[in-house]
């Protein structure tokens, strides 16, 4: 079965740091690129970030830029995406998604359920 | 950037009616194979729908159409089911920052 299951959402409070984990399964995880991408409370998506299949590239929202980073293991069919100096607008369900392609075009025909953050003291 | 402009906001239609909704793109769109649409519901992720501006995702019912080039496309659904009632998000793929619309919810009316 095809999927993606994020983790490590929370709680936490402003300036500080979290790291989420997708895990893929039922696919070949190292030949496509992967994407983060979240959703505030009752607003639209927006795009986050993306990491190319064999790492090598990597693309972030100016939102993002320099305070998030995105990884993945690809010997463990996972994607991270650490986050820090995080603030009260990065609050929102954080999604993963397959990009069909190797790098950062491909439309995003998988997702995952999503994993919350709230970021608040 | 691209921005993507969706309109309208909200879509009021009864069961049965067709729906036709707007993605304008503030600049051309470098190839319309990157442009995509999809549907979500209250608590689920999104689901693609069409991706290459008019190219059906698997699974998805041929109520679904996409069409358009340059910077306007259209997500039409030519008889709205029960089911259909969501948000719906167009997309720019083709390059980074990769970019959504703000989404036209299709309410019943």
């Known amino acids: 079965q095809v999927q993606l299951v994020e983790s490590g959402g929370g709680v936490v409070q402003p300036g500080r740091s979290l790291r989420l984990s997708c895990v893929a399964s039922?696919?070949?995880?190292?030949?496509?690129?992967m994407h983060w991408v979240r959703q505030a409370p009752g607003k639209g998506l927006e795009w986050v970030a993306v990491t190319w299949h064999d790492g090598s590239n990597k693309y972030y929202a100016d939102s993002v830029k320099g305070r998030f980073t995105i990884s993945r293991d690809n010997s463990k069919n996972t994607l991270y995406l650490q986050m820090n100096s995080l603030r009260a607008e990065d609050t929102a369900v954080y999604y993963c998604?397959?990009?069909?392609?190797?790098?950062?075009?491909?439309?995003?025909?998988?997702w995952g359920q999503g994993t919350m953050v709230t970021v608040s003291s | 950037e691209i921005v993507l402009t969706q309109s309208p906001g909200t879509l009021s239609l009864s069961p049965g009616e067709r729906a036709t909704l707007s993605c304008r793109a503030s600049?051309?769109?470098?190839?319309?194979?990157?442009l995509a649409w999809y549907q979500q519901k209250p608590g689920q992720a999104p689901r693609l729908l069409i991706y290459?501006?008019?190219t059906r995702a698997t699974g998805i019912p041929d109520r679904f159409s996409g069409s358009g080039s340059g910077t306007d496309f259209t997500l039409t659904i030519s008889r709205l089911e029960p089911e259909d009632f969501a948000v719906y998000y167009c997309q720019h793929y083709g390059d980074s920052p990769l970019t959504f619309g703000g989404g036209t919810k299709v309410e019943i009316k």
């Open positions: 600049q051309s769109v470098s190839s319309s194979y990157y």
């Open positions: 039922g696919f070949s995880f190292k030949n496509y690129g």
């Open positions: 998604a397959r990009g069909y392609s190797s790098g950062s075009t491909g439309e995003f025909d998988i």
């Open positions: 290459g501006a008019s």
